[in-house]
């Protein structure tokens, strides 16, 4: 059975939410309207065991967060003889148990595809971490069939971004089937753009037609001017599976 997760970069909570007597921390007002939320405070630095630990206890019990792979492997390392880093992060993100979603690997716009890092970096990933993977390159070079056979061979996901970046095919999803992950950044503004509902629509209707996946997650990242969480609410309601609020 088909798994939809649908939540924003991060959980900010309008105050509509509070005022309509939704009880808790603001996280736990987000997950009473939404099943997923992508962490991206990772990519930039470790938590604390018992943050990790509060955000799974707090959550319901379906409730999973992806988290961002740390840049010092992306960014820093550029996937290149990291199993250092990489074994730093996963356990870091260990305390959050089952409610560890996906692992986004977003990669630098200028990073090219090179086949044996790439398949270095891939291996020792695997050695670490048997959950879902999703990667989210930006430049031109790994939208080649062969970098598909690759994503395939490890059964990491591409992700599909909007606006793309790097390629056209950036606009719809990639690599291994067995999951989808779209990260929708606000368009045409990035970031702050809101999505009209025939964009929705039709986002909804890919997740309904999937075949092969088990598991699909819808991110919105248009955060900036706060459209994110009533795009991802008006989605969730497209797909026949939102949460009402209290």
């Given amino acids: 059975m088909l798994k939809t997760f649908v939540g924003t970069a991060g959980w900010v909570v309008p105050k509509m939410y509070a005022e309509a007597g939704v009880a808790g921390t603001h996280l736990e007002q987000y997950a009473a309207v939404m099943n997923g939320v992508e962490i991206n405070s990772t990519f930039y630095k470790p938590h604390r065991a018992k943050t990790f630990e509060r955000w799974a206890r707090t959550t319901p019990e379906d409730f999973k967060f992806a988290v961002k792979l740390a840049k010092t492997v992306t960014h820093g390392a550029k996937l290149c003889r990291c199993g250092a880093e990489l074994a730093a992060f996963f356990e870091n993100v260990r305390p959050l148990g089952e409610k560890l979603g996906p ?34 390159p930006r430049h031109g070079s790994w939208f080649a069939p062969m970098v598909e056979r690759l994503l395939r061979e490890f059964e990491v996901a591409r992700a599909m971004a909007d606006p793309p970046q790097g390629s056209a095919l950036a606009g719809e999803p990639g690599g291994w089937t067995g999951l989808r992950y779209y990260r929708l950044h606000g368009s045409p503004r990035k970031y702050w753009s809101a999505y009209e509902d025939v964009f929705l629509r039709d986002v909804a209707k890919k997740v309904k037609a999937e075949k092969t996946a088990k598991e699909v997650w819808v991110i919105f990242d248009n955060t900036a001017s706060n459209h994110a969480l009533g795009n991802a609410m008006a989605l969730r309601r497209m797909l026949g599976t939102g949460k009402k609020a209290g």
Wanted: proline share 6%; net charge negative; glycine share 6%.
């Fill in 103 to 136: 692992v986004l690997v977003q990669l630098p716009p200028k990073l090219e595809f090179e086949e044996g890092v790439a398949r270095e970096f891939l291996e020792t990933l695997r050695e670490l971490h048997t959950g879902a993977v999703v990667v989210e």
